[in-house]
């Protein structure tokens, strides 16, 4: 039975876990930066890398200490290696060098996107997949529509053309006025209102497997907000996302439910187009918009197929789904030298780990 410490530094999230067997979590530390980006609006580069740099050492012994084991104890170290904000992956990625160096354990480089996958194995969800499966991640950077035909094994169906769903769920919350992160806060919003109030467009992509925002997000702008009249007014306006003035007689909770109903059934009409053309035995949800209720309940209304996701503290960032999917490498042989580097942008496809 293996035994790996994972280490998540990509965006705002600091975390490590040790997980056994790629789906015991032994441990699973995160320690969140939102206060600290809230103040701004969506995640700070330049913040990030300084509060993960001060939190690293802290979050990883707590993570052994929870754990209770030593590093002798440990098959390996595992680090996303990206994609992600650089600033942010060199701090997860250098700690766990010092750490490999130090202790003479093996190390490896992990795909974000590919531990959201695998954060569907841990426990108390069943381990075993009958492959092929369709995989949609959609998280604040990404929006990945992808075939999975075994451990490791993907093609990239489609994805996003513009902004990652998480990102329009941010950026429309900021619109509305309200709290960072957009997407929790809409989906609260949301219960209240009535997604039929509105009608928002939901984008055609050449591709099928394909999905387009940010048309979405400029028309959620145009409804809610004063629409300058004049020229000037309109030059002032420039970057008015942030600054724009909501409308005084429109009702947030039907905007956001109606934004929600857009985006989640475009999300689910690109799923279950590739469904129907690969014949999974289900569908799997992963990343932080995977917490979103009526995205699951969509995808499993419309689609007729099983579907997972993962519990809610599972959705969104942990080093427990990058010690999971190291599991997976670590048996079939995979191992990153001291040498490797950290990457920012990082596709998950057939050969995802080619140099
Ligand atoms: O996976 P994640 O923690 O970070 C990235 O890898 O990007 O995803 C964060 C994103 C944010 O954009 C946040 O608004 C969104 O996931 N999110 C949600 C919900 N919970 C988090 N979006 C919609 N509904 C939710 N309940
Ligand atoms: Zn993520």
Request: net charge negative; aromatic share 6%; proline share 5%.
């Amino acid at each position: 039975m293996t035994t790996i410490l994972g280490i998540e530094t990509s965006c705002d999230d600091t975390a490590a876990a040790v997980v056994s067997a790629g789906r015991v979590a032994r441990s699973n530390v995160v320690s969140s930066q939102l206060d600290l980006h809230a103040q701004f609006g969506g995640v700070f580069p330049e913040v990030a890398s300084r509060a993960h740099a001060e939190s690293i050492s802290a979050v990883v012994n707590r993570a052994m200490d929870e754990a209770d084991l030593c590093y002798d104890q440990l098959d390996a170290i595992a680090v996303t290696q990206g994609p992600g904000l650089i600033g942010s992956l060199l701090v997860g990625i250098n700690f766990a060098k010092g750490l490999a160096l130090a202790t003479g354990k093996p190390l490896l480089g992990i795909n974000h996107l590919e531990g959201h996958v695998y954060s569907l194995l841990l426990e108390p969800a069943d381990p075993d997949i009958d492959f092929p499966v369709i995989v949609l991640i959609v998280s604040g950077g990404h929006s990945e529509l992808l075939l999975m035909t075994g451990h490791g094994q993907y093609r990239r169906l489609g994805g996003t053309i513009d902004d990652a769903a998480g990102e329009a769920f941010d950026k429309v919350g900021r619109t509305l006025g309200l709290p960072f992160p957009g997407g929790p806060a809409i989906e609260r919003v949301a219960q209240e209102g009535d997604a039929t109030a509105y009608r928002f467009p939901i984008a055609q992509t050449d591709s099928p497997y394909d999905f387009s925002f940010s048309g979405l997000k400029t028309a959620v702008l145009r409804e809610v907000t004063v629409q300058p009249s004049s020229h000037g007014q309109r030059k002032r306006r420039r970057g008015a996302e942030k600054r724009a003035q909501l409308r005084g007689d429109i009702d947030i909770a039907d905007v956001a439910a109606a934004f929600q109903d857009a985006l989640t059934e475009a999300l689910t009409r690109a799923t279950i187009r590739a469904a129907r053309q690969f014949h999974p035995s289900e569908i799997l949800l992963a990343g932080g918009v995977s917490a979103n209720q009526t995205l699951r309940h969509k995808m499993r209304a419309e689609s007729g197929l099983p579907v997972r996701y993962p519990p809610l503290a599972l959705c969104t960032d942990n080093a427990a789904m990058i010690a999971a999917a190291a599991h997976y490498r670590f048996l079939a042989g995979h191992r990153s030298g001291l040498d490797f580097e950290a990457r920012s942008s990082w596709r998950l496809s057939e050969d995802v780990y080619a140099e």
